[in-house]
């Protein structure tokens, strides 16, 4: 199960100084607060784990899920425009919305030939099939 722990950089309590949380930090102040990510459950069968991930408000056009190198990235982007015009074509108000959202999930022990998914009223369904733990036979040694 801690192999689908998503990755995320985090507090170091051996660090006095962590120039990329600096920076983090500096953009949140700078830009605005950013989305939070998207929030994911696991849950684990006798042979799978089911990942469902809450994505309101999304498409299934608009999320994307790619395998590579041994993760899984889940990428979600939504965009929204609203434009009120009067009569002679000026705008009277014009408001744009742009958010994308991306996790990543390592796939050691999964099947990731094998993994399929769906997406029904905003949640997200992936079914990540466990790989057999292939037990090596043991041997008896002699002692000499």
């Keep these: 199960m801690f ?10 309590l051996f660090s006095a100084f962590d120039p990329f949380k600096e920076m ?6 700078f830009f605005g607060r950013q ?9 684990e069968t006798e042979h799978a784990y089911i990942l469902e991930a809450e994505l309101p408000g999304f498409s299934k056009e608009d ?24 009569e002679n074509n000026n705008y ?5 919305s742009y958010g994308s959202y991306t996790r990543s ?3 050691e022990g999964i099947k990731s030939d094998e993994i399929s998914a769906s997406y029904k009223n905003g949640v ?11 037990r090596k036979e043991g041997r008896q040694l002699e002692i000499q």
């Design 35 to 43: 989305l939070p990510a998207f929030k994911t459950d696991i849950r």
């Design 124 to 134: 997200l369904t992936m079914t990540l099939p466990k790989e057999e733990v292939k």
């Design 63 to 86: 999320i994307s899920a790619e395998v590579r190198d041994g993760y899984l990235t889940i990428h979600a982007k939504h965009s929204a425009e609203n434009d009120k015009k009067d």
């Design 105 to 107: 999930f390592d796939l």
């Design 92 to 96: 009277i108000r014009r408001e744009r």
């Design 3 to 12: 192999e689908l722990t998503p990755f995320a950089r985090g507090n170091s």
């Design 24 to 29: 983090e930090e500096f953009e949140k102040r």
